[in-house]
T-cell receptor
Framework: GAGVSQSPRYKVAKRGQDVALRCDPI?????LFWYQQALGQGPEFLTY????????KSGLPSDRFFAERPEGSVSTLKIQRTQQEDSAVYLC?????????????FGEGSRLTVL | GENVEQHPSTLSVQEGDSAVIKCTYS??????FPWYKQELGKGPQLIID?????GEKKDQRIAVTLNKTAKHFSMHITETQPEDSAVYFC?????????????FGKGTKLSVKP
């Protein structure tokens, strides 16, 4: 498709389980961002990739969170030993350029519920 | 780091009225200020943006202004329609750092009553 695609759209996990969330950015987009959006809040930055390089992971809340983009296209956000506070919508966004500022194109998000 | 404050958190207007949302930012190095609209169950979508070398910008029914000295920016929607009902986010970013990472406000839920 032409837009950013995320899967799964919905994920229910039991506390302690590991989850993996996938993002297919727009083809050719250099920059890829992951955001976490809690209910009723704005998106909060988690991590940033420029092609396959993870240039900023300062927003990852703990070492249970790990992201990768090995070939500079598809990205996976992995959360190990999920906790209830991890429940949120995880948004992926891509941008055509690697440098500077500009429009981010967001996917519809993956809603994670940890029981 | 950058902090973006957004007001009001909720806004209810009659169809045809105007709606104004205001934001402030803390990092004087920020130079890009987009506004995103998020509908229920969807990802945010850019509706308009403004850069620090411009004081105001208009696109059809939406106008945005930026006051760099006061570090605040606002969005004005005229002739609101029911389909304008959504959550709106302001954001700020700058060159360098995480290459244009956006810092978002907490959002304004706009309801337009027919």
């Amino acid at each position: 498709g032409a837009g950013v695609s995320q899967s799964p759209r919905y994920k229910v996990a039991k506390r302690g389980q590991d989850v993996a969330l996938r993002c297919d950015p727009i083809s050719g987009h250099v920059s890829l961002f992951w955001y976490q959006q809690a209910l009723g809040q704005g998106p909060e930055f988690l991590t940033y990739f420029q092609n396959e390089a993870q240039l900023d992971k300062s927003g990852l809340p703990s070492d249970r969170f790990f992201a990768e983009r090995p070939e500079g296209s598809v990205s996976t956000l992995k959360i190990q030993r999920t906790q209830q506070e991890d429940s949120a919508v995880y948004l992926c966004a891509s941008r055509i350029r690697g440098e500077g500022t500009g429009e981010l194109f967001f996917g519809e998000g993956s809603r994670l519920t940890v029981l | 780091g950058e902090n973006v404050e957004q007001h009001p958190s909720t806004l209810s207007v009659q169809e045809g009225d105007s709606a104004v949302i205001k934001c402030t930012y803390s990092d004087s190095a920020s130079n890009y200020f987009p506004w995103y609209k998020q509908e229920l169950g969807k990802g945010p979508q850019l509706i308009i943006d403004i850069r620090s070398n411009v004081g105001e910008k208009k696109d059809q029914r939406i106008a945005v202004t930026l006051n760099k000295t006061a570090k605040h920016f606002s969005m004005h929607i005229t002739e609101t329609q029911p389909e304008d009902s959504a959550v709106y986010f302001c954001a700020a970013s700058r060159r360098g750092g995480s290459q244009g990472n956006l810092i978002f406000g907490k959002g304004t839920k706009l309801s337009v009553k027919p």
